[in-house]
């Protein structure tokens, strides 16, 4: 194999400079002095012919050729990495590493607090990093940046492995004491109350049933956003709004606030949650176990939970949901 002289370590620095766009964030990234750093991207100037980094004002912008480095460099680190992983035994018990898992709090709440439970038990140096779900995740997890998404199915790349981990439906949430609303409701009077909703990011972006009633139509409206899954139950008591919830979720808060469940109004698709990880990752033994653990607690779930005197849908929308990646909801 004719590598032209190129020293293996420095694809490391590089991989490095082309992911931070800064020789100290760099430097800091694979434990390197900012000197020592500076020397490599040195040596990799000279080896590529080309700048690679060039310095505008504060900020250092990637040269054209750096920018088509940037995949194929990343790729060539992620499957020495999933090299070296599936070679090497993973014993839970003694294993120190640190796992990075993204999803909803949503899917956090309903699987993740049992999961963590396990890992304590089997894996005291083990470390979980939970991260909230970005618009990014789909790029995040292409560059091997985090182990695990949490995501509905219909929301998941076709380049990765994933299996399905459980199922829910979404369920309407009142105040206990609401006098407006009984054991169920009209999809007239859904869309004429005032809805509290949760979006995710700083660009607001809507949950999964809002996205999805905007595709057919249907407008609500909407007087409280709040950022998170597990802010919505809350928010709803002591007021005469509704809320839209998964109905796992819904039912634990149902046990700790005064809440009323009632069934939705319309079909809604079933919700499919699924766990999936980068390919590279297929034969990690650490991943492997995990992967266990997580499938292993979701089977524990059981059956998507009826709601008290659920009432037959008073309206159904046609079709089923189409894929839709632009969306962040990512529940």
Known sequence: MDLRGLDLNLLVVLDALLTEKNVTRAGKRIHMSQSATSGALARLRVFFHDELLIQTGRTMLLTPLAQSLMK???????????????????????????????????????????????????????KVDLRQTRRTHEDLLNRGEIDFLLMPDIFTSSDHPKETLFEDTHTCVVWAENSQVGNRITFEQYLAMGHVCMAFDDARNPSFE??????????????????????????????????????????LYAQYLPLRLVPFPISIPTLTETLQWHRYQDLDPGCLWLRGIIRETAATLGPIPDVPKKAKATKSLPGTVPRAKSLASRA
């Open 72 to 126: 194929p460099v990343r790729d060539i680190m992620l499957q020495v990495q999933a090299t070296v992983a599936a070679t090497a035994e993973f014993d839970p018990a003694t294993a120190e590493r640190e796992f990075t898992i993204m999803g909803s709090d949503y899917a956090m709440t309903v699987l993740m607090t049992e999961v963590l439970q396990r890992v304590e038990r089997e894996a005291p140096g083990i």
């Open 210 to 251: 809002e996205w999805f009633l905007k595709n057919y139509g249907f407008v609500r409206r909407i007087e409280v956003l709040v950022p998170a899954f597990t802010l919505v139950p809350a928010m709803v008591v002591g007021t005469n709004r509704i809320a839209t919830m998964h109905t796992r979720l819904a039912r």
